[in-house]
């Protein structure tokens, strides 16, 4: 059937591995009929696990592979003497044209030197970046980048820009998205010199939708912006603060519905209330980074996820390819290749 | 008498000003018994204002100019042609020892540019950096810097940890604080050289208290370093983003406190916890930037707080001067010079 999707999954990659791929698997086999799966990673260990869960047996194929990469292996090391891992295996599924994406919750930095190695960035796009949902007052903003490249050119963050509209558009099914640039606010301040280029580039580049200009770190949770573009640096501090600061919250609130008798009768009165703040806020509803820029569909699950959360990064890979995001991606960047000079020429580097 | 402490406030500064500025000095007059101020600002307003408040007039002078920082004005502009501002009069009381710090919720730029020109930096220390307290799981982090270096060197960074150091050990009477810089976390992503540079100058610098090396964004509200380290660009965006973490996750408890009746009732019982809740989470108990690495205490209070918020800023300066933060952080650099060369080197630039 022509709606069918293929994913490739890691199975090795991740805390709780294989144990929560396999339940995260059945869990999206659940929510999208239409998925099937190539298993890479330990037979011996796979297979036992899929006999109790007879559907998800059906659409899955095991590829046996003995070797995985550790979490703690340096991406240059994985890329070189990895070639036999489940994360490498997966990657080229995809490349081979076997898989429609790939999904890991292994060591990132390996993930990313070898999907962009096998799969290759998209013609026009110099370094992929990591892209993340964040929830906000008005929905979701999409963040990038979330640490791929530490430093950054104007070159980059315009790519990211580009990046992250062609993926609202077409996954968000926005029509007018908005666009910023993440700086700082205080007069005196002027961010640095990439932010004000890549400001420059961007007011004249007319992507689809509206480009804000710059937004301060508060503005990401106020859904100032559809698509919030930053370094990999900063953008991987500001996600890393915001889990912070929720985590403090949520324990702050946990103990002041334990402080008194009161209170915790007041907290059974507004559970149901609350249960849906917690599920708001639930971390594992915004698992599944995305690699945007690559050849190809690559999402990063949390490597302490359990099945629900890797069910959704499985979700997010099968909504990219539903929407077609790598030929749009492509075809904006055609498209932005045609225009006036002041974009070209920052456009390659 | 030898403990009186004079601060002198630009009462002109702020969305509220002058309103906001004395009602916020006369809750720090009755908190801090032996405090003087000398109010810089518009005699006609501020005259009839210190009419209603009879005690704190009994511990004001009153010195009148005219002239106003703007709050958009450009840091260049203000320190040229703001000479005889009320901003620019606070800090040179400071500087002509009439008063023991400055206090202002004005034009963060323009008081940093001022305060940087008239009471110069401290030997040995290159740029004054922004700082202000992080609540954390175990209490409370000073992060800096908060924006008023956009890039900064590994000197930089260096300087800060020292300053911070120096800080928590007076002000907070911290004996063995722990200082972190703030980096990355993935394995592949290694941080900018500067980081690097600066945590090996760090390890060998024996600083009072322990070194604990690169922290990730999270580790701040964990509270794993007493002092966290970073540039002001980075510093800027993870407060900001922790800002609007709160204040989103503050607003999604509301709605799901308003979204029944039996949650509604379930606040009510539990209102007195969650007044304590929101206390401790209340933006204006931290209220108060500190300006360090400069020969005078400079404190900046946010332009939108109200006159508790600025009470507390007042506080934040009184502290300071009680502690000989000056002093302190003086000597610290002093006895630095004499170290191993290795910080020295770096030290020096």
Redesign the interface.
């Known amino acids: 059937m022509s709606d069918r999707v293929t994913i490739a999954l890691d199975a090795m990659g991740g805390d709780n591995a294989p144990n929560m791929v396999i339940r995260g698997a059945s869990i999206a086999r659940q929510r999208h009929p239409n998925v099937e799966f190539l298993m890479f990673g330990r037979e011996a260990q796979l297979l036992p696990l899929l006999e109790r869960w007879k559907k998800l047996k059906a659409v899955t194929t095991v590829v046996h592979t003995d070797d995985v990469v550790a979490g703690?292996?340096?991406?240059s090391i994985a890329l070189r003497s990895g070639r036999q891992s489940s994360m490498r295996l997966a990657i080229n599924a995809v490349h081979e044209g076997k898989a429609d994406g790939v999904v890991s919750a292994g060591?990132?930095?390996?993930l990313?030197?070898m999907a962009k190695f096998v799969l290759k960035t998209l013609p026009g796009v110099d370094r992929p970046a990591i892209a993340a949902f964040f929830?906000?007052?008005r929905g979701e903003t999409l963040m990038l980048d979330l640490?791929?490249n530490?430093?950054c050119d104007a070159r980059n963050l315009v790519d990211f820009a580009v990046m992250g509209n062609a993926f609202v558009r077409s996954v968000l099914g926005l029509t007018h998205p908005t666009v910023g640039l993440?700086n700082?606010?205080?007069?005196?301040?002027?961010?640095?010199e990439a932010l004000h280029e890549a400001r420059l580039v961007l007011k004249e580049a007319n992507l689809p939708g509206e480009f804000v200009g710059f937004v301060?770190?508060?503005?990401?949770?106020?859904g100032t912006a559809d698509v919030v573009v930053?370094d990999?640096?900063?953008g991987?501090?500001?996600?890393?603060?915001?889990?912070?600061?929720?985590?403090?919250?949520n324990?702050?609130?946990r103990r002041?519905?334990k402080?008194?008798l009161?209170?915790g009768?007041?907290?059974?009165?507004?559970?149901?209330?609350?249960r849906?703040?917690r599920k708001?806020?639930d971390p594992r509803r915004y698992n599944g980074a995305i690699f945007l820029g690559l050849n190809g569909i690559t999402v990063k699950s949390h490597g302490g996820t359990d099945a629900l959360g890797f069910a959704n990064a499985i979700g997010v890979a099968i909504d990219m390819k539903k929407h077609g995001i790598i030929e749009k991606t492509r075809a904006d960047f055609a498209a932005l290749m045609q225009r006036p000079p002041i974009f070209r020429q920052a456009a390659a580097g």
């Open positions: 703690n292996e340096k991406p060591n990132t930095g390996a990313m030197a929830p906000t007052l640490g791929a530490v430093m993440l700082v606010g205080s007069e005196e301040i002027k961010g640095h301060e770190g508060d503005d990401i949770a106020k930053t990999g640096f900063t991987n501090i500001a996600l890393k603060t915001a889990e912070g600061t929720a985590m403090l919250i324990e702050y609130m002041t519905f402080s008194s009161l209170a009768f007041g907290y059974l009165l507004a559970r149901s209330a609350m849906k703040l708001r806020l």
